[in-house]
């Protein structure tokens, strides 16, 4: 089994997008740990609602890519529009940060958010 922490992000209708993307991941993969969730201002694109950011701790028999197209295939679901660029609004974003007790995604070092909900989690 792998194990994978999983940055969130959503600032459009943050909790319902949460909650329903964390009951699609318990579908296919087990759940260990969800950490505190942190609002934060908008990078880029400054004038949206701020964001609210978290992450989960799953346990999974997939390999990465096909985890990252679960990830993907569930923003879609919950209507992800990614017309918006990089920094646009977004129901659900979902990044992979950790695989395998190995650091996977740059941002984990440069976003304290993302540092700290992550290590809240491991």
Same mark, same amino acid.
Do not use: H
């Given at each position: ?8 992000? !959503? ?13 699609? $991941? *318990? %579908?296919? &993969?087990?759940?260990? =740990?969800? !950490? !505190? +969730? $942190? =609002? &934060?201002? @908008?990078?880029?694109? &400054?004038?949206? @609602?701020? +964001?609210?950011? *978290? ?8 390999? %990465?890519?096909?985890?990252?197209? /679960? /990830? ?5 679901? /919950?209507?992800?529009? %990614?017309?918006? *660029? =990089? ?13 395998? !007790? ?10 304290? +958010? /993302?540092?700290? &909900? ?5």
């Amino acid at each position: 089994m792998n194990i994978c922490v999983v940055g969130i992000g !959503s600032n459009i209708d943050a909790e319902a997008n949460i909650q329903k993307m964390l009951e699609i $991941l *318990g %579908r296919e &993969t087990r759940i260990v =740990k969800v !950490s !505190s +969730f $942190l =609002k &934060t201002k @908008p990078i880029g694109i &400054t004038g949206q @609602p701020d +964001f609210t950011n *978290g992450a989960v701790k799953i346990e999974t028999a997939m390999e %990465r890519m096909e985890l990252k197209e /679960l /990830l993907i295939s569930i923003e879609n679901q /919950l209507g992800r529009d %990614r017309s918006a *660029g =990089k920094w646009g609004p977004r129901t659900i974003d979902l990044d992979i940060v950790v695989w395998d !007790s190995q650091i996977v995604d740059s941002d984990y070092y440069v976003r304290g +958010f /993302l540092k700290q &909900t992550v290590d809240e989690v491991m």
